[in-house]
């Protein structure tokens, strides 16, 4: 069974900093992509980041380039959404979400263009003006 745990979410004063992590299990992790998304009350759910975890290439949605950064370890089979200078309206639900089909890698990354078909449960972001 495919699980996914994300965590790392909190409560934060805006120009702060969160670690999210998403620890996954029940499948081979190496050969598929995650994608860290969010949803904001009233809003639809979006793309943050994704990465390929077979070779580790990246998309960040433009706009959060160069404040968040995704990364992964495959050893420990998680993935992490580095956030940095955090505003307000970052202020979501995060989930992780594994592609439902494997991932060729490739730069750059295509790992945008997967359907996700699991999903974790969120961890709630609050950042404070």
């Known amino acids: 069974e495919v699980q996914l745990q994300a965590s790392g979410g909190g409560l934060v004063q805006s120009g702060g900093s969160l670690r999210l992590s998403c620890a996954a299990s029940g499948f081979p992790f190496a050969y598929y992509a995650i994608g860290w998304f969010r949803q904001a009350p009233g809003k639809a759910r979006e793309e943050v980041a994704c990465?390929?975890?077979?070779?580790?290439?990246?998309n960040v949605k433009n706009g959060i380039l160069g404040r968040f950064t995704i990364s992964n370890d495959n050893a420990k089979k998680s993935v992490f959404l580095n956030m940095n200078n955090l505003k307000p309206e970052d202020t979501a639900i995060y989930y992780c979400?594994?592609?439902?089909?494997?991932?060729?890698?490739?730069?750059?990354?295509?790992?945008?263009?997967?359907?996700?078909?699991?999903w974790g449960r969120g961890t709630q972001v609050t950042v404070s003006s």
């Open positions: 990465v390929s975890l077979t070779d580790g290439s990246t």
């Open positions: 979400a594994r592609s439902k089909n494997v991932d060729l890698g490739g730069s750059p990354s295509r790992c945008s263009a997967h359907e996700w078909s699991d």
